[in-house]
């Protein structure tokens, strides 16, 4: 099992930044690949950034692209999102996710992981 708890979301204005940072437990952290998912009102929830076990790959939904950075802390057991220019469309719930890495390490579906955290608030204001 893994543990996963997120941290760092908040209230903030159009073209703010915020640090998002999920720490996980219960196995060798290093051996997880982890995404970060979120979920507005009335919508599905949606990819957003994926870092792969040894952080060395990372891919971004277009959207986020050039504005949100994953990054991984493996001697933490942390994987972080920075969010930089914010807008109000990034207000969403925000969840970190894992799942044992494999011979593939792209996962863009929530389906594809199995641990969740309960996920963070992330409120932008124009």
């Known amino acids: 099992q893994v543990q996963l708890v997120e941290s760092g979301g908040g209230l903030v204005q159009a073209g703010g930044s915020l640090r998002l940072s999920c720490a996980a437990s219960?196995?060798?952290?290093?051996?997880?690949?982890m995404g970060w998912f979120r979920q507005a009102p009335g919508k599905e929830r949606e990819f957003v950034a994926i870092?792969?076990?040894?952080?060395?790959?990372?891919y971004y939904e277009n959207s986020v692209k050039g504005r949100f950075t994953i990054s991984r802390d493996n001697a933490k057991n942390t994987v972080y999102l920075q969010m930089n220019s914010l807008n109000p469309e990034d207000t969403a719930v925000y969840y970190c996710?894992?799942?044992?890495?494999?011979?593939?390490?792209?996962?863009?579906?929530?389906?594809?992981?199995?641990?969740w955290g309960q996920g963070t608030q992330v409120t932008v204001t124009s």
């Open positions: 870092i792969s076990s040894s952080g060395s790959s990372t």
């Open positions: 219960g196995q060798t952290f290093s051996y997880l690949t």
């Open positions: 996710a894992a799942r044992r890495a494999g011979s593939r390490w792209l996962f863009v579906r929530s389906v594809e992981y199995d641990y």
